[in-house]
């Protein structure tokens, strides 16, 4: 038996990468789904090769008339919501390498990750928990990330976005709970995942395959993560296998957040 079969979803920056894999893995487990992002061209491209169970439709998470607008979609298509993946997220480096770091980031460049990443969340729970309580139940799944948990120098907007989506999963969690609604809400935290946002980073020349090992050099299991990874996760969460679990986060990042697999150096005389 499809894990979703029946049920209905909408996932913000679903055209390509982590989105599109969990569109897929949701549509494979028998679930109707919404994508949404504004890589139009993308996204209409990514749900064409899903068939009749996807559409996309634009949506910039940054804009409530947006969610309004989408919400009102899917409630008049499907009658109800039963998923949300609220995956849309920027580094701040998409445009070129910029500064990041707590002394030289430029407060615009601060205001526009934090847009995307934290504002768009908090819209998403929003307007799924008012959609979701038609019929009392749900799951609300945010992606977040590794970078959410230890600080990251080089970066410091995009880390402050995703401690913020980590604990706004438990707000949002806590607070369905206190209403009575089986809406659920958690977070998966995935750490250096294959995506088109590294791009930028690793770039097309020559020494591309060396930075992806310099980028690996302190995960354990020394290797990108896949994007079926996530959606495996995700299709667990918003399943009915996950019914006890809420404001919980699943970290998926190859073995970091326990330690190093590289011993450090033996202290002199040894």
Same mark, same amino acid.
């Given at each position: 038996?499809?894990?979703?079969?029946?049920?209905?979803?909408?996932?913000?920056?679903?055209?390509?990468?982590?989105?599109?894999?969990?569109?897929?893995?949701?549509?494979?487990?028998?679930?109707?789904?919404?994508?949404?992002?504004?890589?139009?061209?993308?996204?209409?491209?990514?749900?064409?090769?899903?068939?009749?169970?996807?559409r996309y439709r634009?949506?910039?998470?940054?804009?409530?008339?947006?969610?309004?607008?989408?919400?009102?979609?899917?409630?008049?298509? =499907?009658?109800?919501?039963?998923?949300?993946?609220?995956?849309?997220?920027?580094?701040?480096?998409?445009?070129g390498i910029r500064?990041?770091?707590? =002394?030289?980031?430029?407060?615009?460049?601060?205001?526009?990750?934090?847009?995307?990443?934290?504002?768009?969340?908090?819209?998403?729970?929003?307007? $799924?928990?008012?959609?979701?309580?038609?019929?009392?139940?749900?799951?609300?799944?945010?992606?977040?990330?590794?970078?959410?948990?230890?600080?990251? &120098?080089?970066?410091?907007?995009?880390?402050?976005?995703? $401690?913020?989506?980590?604990?706004?999963?438990?707000?949002?969690?806590? *607070?369905?709970?206190?209403?009575?609604?089986?809406?659920?809400?958690?977070?998966?935290? &995935?750490?250096?995942?294959?995506? &088109?946002?590294?791009?930028?980073?690793?770039?097309?020349?020559p020494d591309r395959?060396?930075?992806?090992?310099? *980028?690996?050099?302190?995960? &354990?299991?020394?290797?990108?993560?896949?994007?079926?990874?996530?959606?495996?996760?995700?299709? *667990?969460?918003?399943?009915?296998?996950?019914? *006890?679990?809420?404001?919980?986060?699943?970290?998926?990042?190859?073995?970091?957040?326990?330690?190093?697999?590289?011993?450090?150096?033996?202290?002199?005389?040894?």
């Amino acid at each position: 038996m499809s894990r979703l079969s029946g049920k209905i979803a909408l996932i913000t920056g679903a055209a390509r990468g982590i989105g599109a894999a969990i569109a897929r893995a949701f549509v494979t487990e028998g679930a109707r789904v919404l994508l949404t992002d504004i890589r139009d061209s993308d996204g209409e491209r990514t749900a064409a090769a899903l068939g009749s169970a996807a559409r996309y439709r634009r949506l910039d998470v940054r804009h409530d008339h947006d969610w309004r607008q989408a919400m009102a979609d899917v409630l008049q298509h =499907e009658q109800r919501l039963d998923i949300l993946v609220n995956n849309a997220g920027i580094t701040g480096f998409e445009d070129g390498i910029r500064p990041q770091d707590p =002394e030289h980031v430029v407060l615009a460049d601060w205001h526009a990750v934090l847009a995307t990443n934290l504002d768009g969340v908090m819209l998403g729970c929003k307007h $799924a928990i008012t959609a979701m309580r038609r019929h009392g139940s749900g799951s609300i799944v945010n992606i977040g990330s590794r970078s959410g948990v230890v600080g990251i &120098p080089a970066a410091c907007a995009y880390a402050a976005s995703k $401690a913020g989506v980590r604990n706004h999963t438990r707000s949002v969690a806590l *607070y369905c709970a206190e209403q009575g609604l089986a809406i659920r809400c958690n977070v998966i935290q &995935p750490a250096s995942i294959l995506t &088109p946002m590294w791009e930028p980073l690793l770039g097309d020349g020559p020494d591309r395959e060396t930075r992806m090992r310099e *980028y690996t050099r302190d995960t &354990p299991l020394a290797r990108f993560g896949r994007v079926d990874e996530v959606a495996a996760l995700a299709v *667990y969460l918003a399943g009915d296998e996950s019914a *006890y679990m809420t404001g919980s986060e699943l970290t998926l990042d190859g073995g970091m957040l326990a330690g190093t697999a590289v011993p450090p150096p033996a202290p002199p005389g040894h």
